[in-house]
C-alpha cells in the first residue's frame, strides 16, 4: 500500500492567520482526499483532489476557506485559512488503495488555533 | 442520504471477555472498511471488506460483512489491553469516497 507523508504533524496558529499542510505520497495515485477530524470526533471529508483539476468539496466546506493544490500525482497541499477556535482539529490526507488496501491516512495534522 | 452508524459509542469490557461492535449503512455497498485509532494517532487499516458474506481475521480480532442487512461487525475476542482504541467503520457507497461511523471508543480493564 502507499506510504503518506505529512507535514506539519502539529501546530498552534493564531486566529486569522493560514496553515498549510502538506502530503506526499510515495507512489502516483488518482484521487486524494482531505478529512477533519474534530476533537472526540470521527472524520469527515472536505474534498476530493484530482491531479489536474479543481478539488471537489463537500456540503459545508468551501474552497476560500479550504483551498487545496494537486500539482502532480504525488502531491497536495490544504490550506486552513483565516483561522478561529473552530478549526482546532485533526486534518489527515488519504488516498484511494491501488490494491485490495484500505485506504492510507497520512499521520495527521494537529492543529490548535488561540 | 449516506449514513453509517456504529453501536455502541463507548465500550467498556473486562480482560478475557468476548464482544460485538455493529456497524450499520444506509444503502447498498459491498466495500466496508475498518480502523483503528490510537489517541493523538492516525488511522491503522485493520480489515477490508468487499464482497456479501466477507470474513476476516487478524488476531484476537474479526469483521464480517452482511450486504444485504448493510451490517458489518467487528468481533473481539478474549480481549485484552493492548486492544483499547478507537474502532471506526468506513463505507464507499460507490463514489470512492468514504462515509465514516461515529467511532466505538473501547478501553479494556484489568
Known amino acids: 500500500s502507499a506510504v503518506i507523508s505529512q507535514k506539519p504533524s502539529r501546530d498552534i496558529c493564531q486566529r486569522g492567520t493560514s496553515l498549510t499542510i502538506q502530503c506526499q505520497v510515495d507512489?502516483?495515485?488518482?484521487?486524494m482526499f482531505w478529512y477533519r477530524q474534530q476533537p472526540g470526533q470521527s472524520l469527515t471529508l472536505i474534498a476530493t483532489?484530482?491531479?489536474?483539476?479543481?478539488?471537489?468539496?463537500e456540503s459545508g466546506f468551501v474552497i476560500d476557506k479550504f483551498p487545496i493544490s494537486r500539482p502532480n500525482l504525488t502531491f497536495s497541499t490544504l490550506t486552513v485559512s483565516n483561522m478561529s477556535p473552530e478549526d482546532s482539529s485533526i486534518y489527515l490526507c488519504?488516498?484511494?488503495?491501488?490494491?485490495?488496501?484500505?485506504?492510507?491516512f497520512g499521520s495527521g495534522t494537529r492543529l490548535t488555533v488561540v | 442520504e449516506l449514513k453509517v452508524e456504529q453501536n455502541p459509542l463507548f465500550l467498556s469490557m473486562q480482560e478475557g471477555k468476548n464482544y460485538t461492535i455493529y456497524c450499520n449503512y444506509s444503502?447498498?455497498?459491498?466495500?466496508l472498511y475498518w480502523y483503528r485509532q490510537d489517541p493523538g494517532k492516525s488511522l491503522e487499516s485493520l480489515f477490508v471488506l468487499l464482497s456479501n458474506g466477507a470474513v476476516k481475521q487478524e488476531g484476537r480480532l474479526m469483521a464480517s460483512l452482511d450486504t444485504k442487512a448493510r451490517l458489518s461487525t467487528l468481533h473481539i475476542t478474549a480481549a485484552v489491553h493492548d486492544l483499547s482504541a478507537t474502532y471506526f467503520c468506513?463505507?464507499?457507497?460507490?463514489?470512492?469516497?468514504?462515509?465514516f461511523g461515529t467511532g466505538t471508543r473501547l478501553t479494556i480493564i484489568p
Open positions: 444503502t447498498t455497498s459491498d466495500r
Open positions: 483532489a484530482n491531479q489536474g483539476s479543481e478539488a471537489t468539496y
Open positions: 488519504s488516498v484511494v488503495p491501488q490494491t485490495n488496501y484500505g485506504y492510507t
Open positions: 507512489s502516483q495515485v488518482t484521487m
Open positions: 468506513a463505507v464507499d457507497f460507490g463514489n470512492e469516497k468514504l462515509t
